[in-house]
């Protein structure tokens, strides 16, 4: 059967971006978009796009059935600081929409799961240098909670449904593409909205916060490699480790100056401080690159180049 694709939460930053990558693969016609309203013109307009609730199972099995789906991509979710406002929003939207999809898994409606996860699975007591694969986890975020109990459930699927579920625990992801959507890594996506518009930045994060961080193209790539990967090679039904870059703001305004030599930085740092120093800061990676040959192509300099060329 040919890869018929659907993908929820198409218009959030990694969706609209994935989705154009997907359609550019698998052609426009195999890659239905959806989200809970219509919100990416190039979307709409470059292939099949459905108003979907991620949390509403029957309306997504009448999709699935629609267009002969074969492999969902959930990316609808509510990130760390918008959860830490609305807690129990957060645990129904990220849980249930899950349970959806693995539900439809379980009962062979589709055939293929991707479920993203994050470092915001770890919390103070994790390793914050080089964080292993197999490690504590104790988030202090509901999202963070959403994702760790999410990978368990997807891990369960696996062992006793065989649901084919693959995942990835991303850093923060940077593009343009969109704006910033209430996640705590944000404000390496503002900074460079913030340098063109007003040459400066008042950043909600400490100077010296060091994040594990990647550019859009990289986290597309690996979504896209993960499932394409032969399942056999697929080891790990959790989550995997998945690393590129490690930043401070201090380090990503020095990188923006060299391009906008006026831009300044000032710091005031808010309640996202205590989340973001909760996570790690740097990441190993190693079983994504040794089981699916995993492997990032975009550094600071790079990253910043583009970004400032693409918001110029
Ligand atoms: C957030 N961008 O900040 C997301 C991400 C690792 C962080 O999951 O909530």
Known sequence: MDTKILIIGACGQIGSELTLSLRSIYGNDNVIASDIREGNYELIQSGPFEILDAKNYEQIKECVEKHQITDVYLLAAMLSATGEKHP????DLNMNSLF?????????????????????VFGSTTPRQNTPQFTVMEPATVYGITK???????EYYHKNYGVDVRSIRYPGIISWKTLPGGGTTDYAVEIFYEAIKNKSYKCFLSNDTALPMMYMDDAVKATIDIMRADKDDITIHSSYNLAA???????VAAEIKKHIPEFTISYEPDFRQKIADSWPQSIDDSKAREDWNWNHSFDLEKMTKVMLENLG
């Open 245 to 251: 870059i490690t930043f401070t703001p201090d380090e």
């Open 88 to 91: 129990m929003i957060a645990w």
């Open 100 to 120: 959806n999809i693995l539900n439809l898994a379980k009962y062979k409606q589709i055939k293929k799961v991707f479920w993203p996860s994050s470092i915001a």
């Open 148 to 154: 760790q109990t999410g990978e368990r459930w997807c």
